[in-house]
T-cell receptor
Framework: DAGVTQSPTHLIKTRGQQVTLRCSPK?????VSWYQQALGQGPQFIFQ???????QRGNFPDRFSGHQFPNYSSELNVNALLLGDSALYLC??????????FGQGTRLTVV | DAKTTQPPSMDCAEGRAANLPCNHS???????VYWYRQIHSQGPQYIIH???NNETNEMASLIITEDRKSSTLILPHATLRDTAVYYC????????????????FGKGTKLSVIP
């Protein structure tokens, strides 16, 4: 079992550009959550997807959007990138109310 | 979700028990206590969770006070690989239907295991 896999591992984008991050959940997991972790801070919840729909959303602007596919994989899209969007983006998968398994994250740098 | 308070840092000698405290005085009846840890440059790792009874697994023990206002995570024999940031999180679980819970991370406790 490969666990939760995220791609790419590192990414550099220019302010104003758009970015797409990808996540494959742990085998059998149907729920995917995304978190943003700024340097020195704990992860902050962005949103959660289940059955291809957004179920919960944290306090993030509409520039942050997502998608879940029928195979439960997910994408996080961020439009009009700001310097402050530079962070580690973490994907977590889970099944029902069980514990969440996190991927290694995608390090996004906006210049 | 209830807020948690943890010390910013702790040291523990290798081989000794590490006891990490967490205060969650506003916890409500349907909220669980979860512990995760994050080793440098890795994603958070689930450790253990509990509602009101003490819990133990292969990684750690969780002791929750009778009034549920605080808890302690115990790593029985700390090793250098246990050096990490430990997060105590309080969250409800939506058992009605599928879907998981939202985890609200604070800044956690940075545990340093000293040789």
């Amino acid at each position: 079992d490969a666990g939760v896999t995220q791609s790419p591992t590192h990414l550099i984008k220019t302010r104003g550009q758009q970015v797409t991050l990808r996540c494959s959940p742990k085998s059998g997991h149907d729920t995917v959550s995304w978190y943003q972790q700024a340097l020195g801070q704990g992860p902050q919840f962005i949103f959660q997807y289940y059955e291809e729909e957004e179920r919960q959303r944290g306090n993030f602007p509409d520039r942050f959007s997502g998608h879940q596919f029928p195979n439960y994989s997910s994408e996080l899209n961020v439009n009009a990138l700001l310097l402050g969007d530079s962070a580690l983006y973490l994907c977590a998968s889970s099944l029902e109310a069980a514990e969440a398994f996190f991927g290694q994250g995608t390090r996004l740098t906006v210049v | 979700d209830a807020k948690t308070t943890q010390p910013p840092s702790m040291d523990c000698a290798e081989g000794r028990a590490a006891n990490l405290p967490c205060n969650h005085s506003t916890i409500s009846g349907n909220e669980y206590v979860y512990w995760y840890r994050q080793i440098h440059s890795q994603g958070p790792q689930y450790i253990i969770h509990g509602l009101k009874n003490n819990e133990t697994n292969e990684m750690a023990s969780l002791i929750i006070t009778e009034d549920r206002k605080s808890s302690t995570l115990i790593l029985p024999h700390a090793t250098l690989r246990d050096t990490a940031v430990y997060y105590c999180i309080v969250s409800s679980t939506p058992y009605s239907g599928a879907g998981s819970y939202q985890l609200t991370f604070g800044k956690g406790t940075k545990l340093s295991v000293i040789p």
